[in-house]
């Protein structure tokens, strides 16, 4: 398979920007950190005295781990091919690792008392855990550090705001940015500090055959100090699998943070449409192949579509996984293996945005010719302050002014103010108004 012929254009056309998740998501990355937690629960067992692991082969199997190679995959993908059971496969690889170090005596710790689940539902989060920490994260920083810079760089540029798409009280440009980074900010938090769950507990986990073996040991807090050394939080009491709930939570959350740049991405597509904005041009790219003058805003276009797809996904997962039939069925099986997918999208979306967002250019002329074409939307602030001066019917006397076909300017507001009953000290202050310094507290 190459980049032409695969199916996904993770694998495909953005493969060169979603290759960074590929050691944590792929069937490899599976693998790998299946391996992972079977020798850190060997380790484990031997910590606690069950039996004792000469200095040599723990350096041996933590190699194993550090070392692990796509030929270690392919070496466990073929024993997978007998056994037709990959959890089962990888037990067998490593007790073929201890017949290599002459530690045949200790072959039945390996997988002691487990089900594959307890394997699965540890591998699984302790992967996802390292992705979101070092490719997912970082990539929602580097966007948020983007936003503030941007908020603080435009944050006196007066801008008309819109709502229901009519224009409304003035902003600033930085100050929408900043909307978006609190957002993003606050949302982001919530992720870091989402502990992810995993479940480690025997068969229908209750360390029904661990108990049994070894009465006298604290199983639960066994698994408890075993989860809790890989940064992760025993889910207790479960099934035979995790109840999956934190592992929604961290989807929903990633869900959320994609619908307000989503948000983010769309508002910045209008305001490109509207010229506030104009693009670097990138030598040799072509916007349309029939129109040679356009530069489309395709970054915040690919974007938008990227975390749409992404976040189906996560819908998906947030809805499903938390659901099973009694103890366990195999639906949660193939779903988790395609969590890298929303991610991958998801990162894509991210890399475009940063792109994209690094390409404005603001468009100062087109933000203060539309300000100025808007001088109703002083309206406002000068029926708030007729109505400090007690003057009756403030606001309907402002609604019959600025609601006309004929338009709004500073000269037909600077005649209205004249006509008013008011000192002229308030018609001064009044006079002062303009879009431009109607702000508010925009600006901090």
């Known amino acids: 398979m190459s980049k032409l012929t695969a199916i996904s254009p993770i ?28 020798i850190h629960y060997f380790l484990f067992l031997s910590d606690k005295k069950f039996f004792k692991v000469t200095p040599a082969l723990r350096k041996a199997l933590l190699g194993v781990v550090e070392n692990f190679s796509e030929a270690d995959a392919e070496k466990i993908k073929t024993i997978e091919a007998t056994t037709n059971h990959d959890v089962k496969a990888v037990e067998y690889f490593l007790k073929d690792i201890l017949d290599q170090n002459k530690a ?26 390292l992705g979101l920490d070092e490719v997912i994260i970082p990539a929602y920083k580097n966007i948020l550090e983007q936003l503030n810079t941007c908020a603080t760089l435009w944050k006196t540029i007066p801008l008309l705001s819109r709502t229901h798409g009519q224009a409304a009280t003035p902003t600033t440009m930085g100050k929408e940015f900043a909307v978006y980074a609190e ?41 408890d100090h075993l989860v809790a050394d890989l940064g992760l939080v025993r889910s207790y009491p479960t099934t035979q699998i995790d109840h999956y709930d934190q592992l929604a939570a961290i989807f929903d959350c990633l869900r959320r943070m994609d619908v307000i740049l989503m948000d983010f991405a769309k508002d ?21 192949s029939a129109m040679p003058h356009k530069v489309n805003p395709i970054d915040f276009e690919n974007a938008e579509g990227n975390f749409g797809v992404a976040n189906a996904l996560l819908d998906h997962f947030s809805n499903k996984l938390p659901i099973s039939r009694l103890q366990r069925d195999l639906t949660d099986s193939t779903v988790l293996r395609n969590v ?17 967002m690094s390409k404005l250019i603001l468009n100062e002329e087109a933000i203060h010719a539309d300000l100025n074409k808007n001088w109703a939307v002083t309206a406002e602030a000068i029926q708030t302050i007729l109505r400090r001066e007690k003057i009756e019917g403030a606001y309907e006397l402002l609604k019959d002014l600025t609601r006309t076909n004929n338009g709004i300017n500073e000269a037909s507001i600077q005649a209205f103010v004249a006509k008013l009953d008011v000192s002229d000290q308030v018609k001064m202050e009044i006079a002062a108004i303009t879009p431009f310094n109607y702000l508010g507290y925009a600006a901090d």
């Open 11 to 38: 694998d495909g056309r953005y493969q060169k920007q979603t290759a960074s998740l590929s050691a944590y998501f792929s069937e490899f990355g599976l693998i790998k950190y299946r391996v992972l937690v079977e």
């Open 104 to 129: 045949s005596e200790l072959k039945e710790w390996i997988h002691f008392g487990l089900t594959s689940q307890d394997i699965n539902n540890t591998a699984i989060p302790f992967s996802l855990q």
């Open 340 to 356: 890298g997918v929303p991610l991958s999208h998801l990162l894509i979306a991210l890399k475009s945005l940063e792109k994209g």
């Open 268 to 288: 910045v597509w209008q305001y490109i449409s509207m010229d506030f904005f104009k693009q670097k041009i990138v030598a040799g790219e072509i916007g349309s």
């Open 183 to 223: 957002r993003l900010r606050i949302q982001l938090e919530t992720l870091i500090n989402t502990p992810i769950s995993a479940k480690f507990g025997g068969a229908t986990g209750a360390f029904n055959a661990h108990k049994l073996a070894f009465p006298s040991i604290n199983w639960p807090e066994f698994g």
